[in-house]
């Protein structure tokens, strides 16, 4: 018979693409650095998120990458997980974000020296305000004890306890002793016709309408007697 016969179709395959991706986060917590900051990555987030398309690669982006100090706490973000074919899916998470720097005192001398004269005292300043603190993130408080305005008035070594604080609680301490000595009165070179402790002075030791003591001024209560002596006696 032989008889053939023959068509031509076209044939046209449709992949369906839109494979579903799941985004699945976990929870994180960012320590500031001593700059104040903190970088969140998509590695640190993601836990195990997945396309239902074999093979298909992923992308993923986080709403907050960066952290500083105004964002201390806990707070809501979200990752964002994407394949070569657009498709994507979402999950949120929560992100602790800790400042465990504390604060740091500069230059805080350890020891100052002062020296007061005989009854006059010495008045604490602020000291808080001469030695201020730095941290990573602004709000440091102080406290210092003795506090300004307290008055020393003998010679000796006196702690002074300086603290800062900042708004999560990190705290530094620095002590300046303050080293109190009391000047010595001025006096001038001990005079010839001098006369000290006591005993009978000649009138070679004394001027018309005056009489010589050392020290002068003098260091303790002093008594002077005189009496006119008859030089015929």
């Known amino acids: 018979a032989g008889n053939t ?3 031509t179709a076209t044939v046209t395959i449709i992949v369906d693409r839109s494979c579903k991706v799941r985004a699945i986060a976990q929870d994180v917590t960012l320590i500031l650095d001593k700059n104040g900051l903190a970088t969140l990555t998509t590695s640190a987030v993601n836990n195990g998120s997945y396309s239902e398309c074999i093979g298909s690669s992923l992308t993923m982006t986080l709403s907050q990458s960066v952290y500083s100090c105004s964002d201390l706490g806990s707070k809501e973000a979200v990752l964002t997980v994407r394949d070569k074919d657009g498709n994507q899916g979402t999950d949120s998470f929560i992100v602790t974000v800790i ?3 504390p604060p740091s005192f500069g230059s805080v001398p350890k020891t ?3 020296s007061i004269n005989p009854n006059s005292s010495y008045i604490l300043p602020d000291f808080t305000s001469q030695y201020p603190a730095t941290d990573n993130c602004i709000g440091v408080s102080y406290t210092q004890v003795p506090g300004q305005g307290t008055a020393y008035s003998t010679a000796g070594t006196y702690p002074v306890v300086l603290t800062a604080s900042d708004l999560s609680g990190n705290t530094v301490s620095s002590t300046i ?6 000047s010595k009165p001025k006096g001038g ?3 010839k016709s001098a006369v000290s402790g006591s005993r009978t002075l000649g009138l070679e030791e004394a001027t018309e309408n005056s009489i010589f003591v050392y020290p002068n001024p003098a260091i303790s209560e002093a008594n002077l007697e005189v009496r006119i002596l008859n030089p015929d006696d």
């Open 5 to 7: 016969n023959s068509a």
């Open 99 to 101: 400042d465990n720097t």
């Open 112 to 114: 100052l020296k002062v």
């Open 177 to 182: 002793n303050i080293d109190i000595s009391i």
């Open 189 to 191: 070179t001990k005079p």
